[in-house]
């Protein structure tokens, strides 16, 4: 087993657990199907956000880049030090703040986070979001595995702290990720400075609000276990299991939610092991019976995303995106990085500068209208799939029409059926969410 070595500078912790109360969001899952599971000799990646419900999340196409050395890069509450080259990569985000909630680079590393809760305690001070962490990762690595390394060192280095939803009560989390890329996946738990990682080489896999690493540890912070020992929550002696020695004893409601959640998405994958496609993990996250397509209380799936990441190198990696609330009543649109890769316009949320409440102090004292374009669309298209049955069922249809040929497209190039110039793959996304605008208006 491999162990790395911690860096000088570890972070500290508060010894005051943030507050919850029932209607906070504490929920997501993330899948991934590795081959032998999967129909096709790809890794599968996907995942819904389940945040509050009124909450917008915009997708965000992030060019490659270069810095100037020593330059500063201003995250949601704190800067960091900037690198001097980073990655193209497109972000499914909250649009209050500047991380993401899951998303992919030009190298195929894709990446979603969890919120959880461990004996380690949650601190209120400001530091790097999870989502943050999650950014900065596929800005800066190149496969699953240094995108992890980006994680902790920045974890160790900066901590992760502050706020994760857009209201004067803090709200306070550490962190899971589930990464993938190409060949394999990586499962990274948080607890406070502390992490373990799991190598996931081949099967399907899940995680949820929970902790999920038992003792089959791929690689860890060198203090993990010492902490433990001294702790009293270990002995030192026999197995070392990650998830029963760092797991609450009491749950929060959650957290025990959950667990029925994981159980559930876990059977799914094993009902479709060796046949899980695209369609298939949209199937999963369009699940209501099993939570994992959630709108409850005060929160909701607010976008979904699933990625399609072939073994083999001179294919490219397909990402879909909904940039909607409800999987089960949005579409999955395509993204390729390509030569014509670009912001498009209609899922960009408005700016507010420095009188965003983010950016003003005390933070989140008044509320800003956060709508895209697509979102306001898809949100009168909702009013009517509720209250005007055939116009519903219209529009209904319109969309698992688009999705068919957004699937199909893909299907076709990926069997090398349909050889497109890169120019019109890098349009793909813009093409199919004007396609979507369209049959709204």
Not at 81 to 104: C, D, F, N, Y
Request: aromatic share 8%; proline share 7%; net charge negative.
């Amino acid at each position: 087993m491999e162990r790395w070595h911690e860096r000088d500078t570890l972070i500290s912790t508060s010894p005051q657990m943030a507050s919850w109360s029932p209607d906070t969001p504490r929920s997501c899952d993330c899948f991934v199907s590795v081959p032998p599971a999967s129909a096709i000799p790809a890794v599968i990646f996907a995942k819904n956000s389940d945040r509050p419900r009124e909450e917008v999340q915009e997708v965000v196409f992030v060019p490659a880049g270069t810095h100037v050395p020593g330059s500063r890069l201003q995250c949601t509450y704190i800067e960091v030090e900037q690198v001097s080259k980073t990655h193209a990569a497109i972000l499914s985000r909250p649009s209050w703040l500047w991380g993401a909630e899951m998303g992919a680079n030009e190298h195929g590393v894709c990446i979603g986070n969890e919120a959880v809760w461990t004996k380690e305690p949650v601190g209120t001070g400001e530091a790097l979001l999870g989502m943050d962490l999650l950014r900065l990762a596929l800005e800066r690595g190149s496969s699953a595995q240094e995108a992890l390394h980006v994680i902790t060192g920045l974890l160790e280095r900066y901590g992760q702290g502050g706020s994760c939803r857009e209201d004067p009560m803090p709200f306070c989390y550490h962190n899971t990720f589930l990464l993938a890329d190409r060949t394999e996946a990586w499962v990274l738990e948080t607890a406070g400075r502390l992490w373990a990682a799991q190598r996931i080489q081949e099967g399907a896999h899940n995680i949820s609000n929970q902790l999920s690493i038992g003792t089959d540890i791929s690689a860890e912070h060198p203090e993990l276990r010492p902490h433990a020992r001294a702790q009293g929550w270990w002995g030192g002696q026999g197995a070392f299991d990650f998830a029963q020695i760092f797991s609450l004893t009491q749950q929060p409601v959650r957290m025990e939610a959950a667990k029925a959640r994981f159980r559930a998405g876990r059977e799914l994958l094993q009902q479709r092991q060796g046949g899980i496609t695209a369609e298939v993990m949209m199937g999963i996250l369009r699940s209501k019976e099993s939570g994992i397509c959630m709108d409850s209380g005060g929160f909701r799936t607010t976008a979904s995303m699933v990625s399609v990441l072939p073994q083999d190198p001179t294919q490219p990696c397909v990402h879909f995106l909904t940039a909607t609330p409800d999987p089960s009543r949005s579409v999955f649109k395509p993204f390729i990085f390509g030569v014509g890769a670009a912001q498009v316009p209609q899922v960009l949320s408005p700016t507010f500068g420095a009188q965003d409440p983010v950016r003003s102090l005390p933070r989140f004292q008044t509320q800003v209208d956060r709508r895209h374009a697509l979102y306001r669309g898809h949100q009168v298209a909702l009013g009517l799939m509720e209250s005007e049955q055939d116009r519903g069922q219209q529009l209904r249809q319109k969309q698992r029409d688009l999705e068919q040929e957004g699937l199909e497209a893909v299907r076709a190039l990926l069997a090398r059926e349909w050889a497109p110039p890169p120019q019109e793959l890098g349009c793909l996304f813009q093409a199919f969410v004007e396609k979507e605008s369209r049959a709204y208006a």
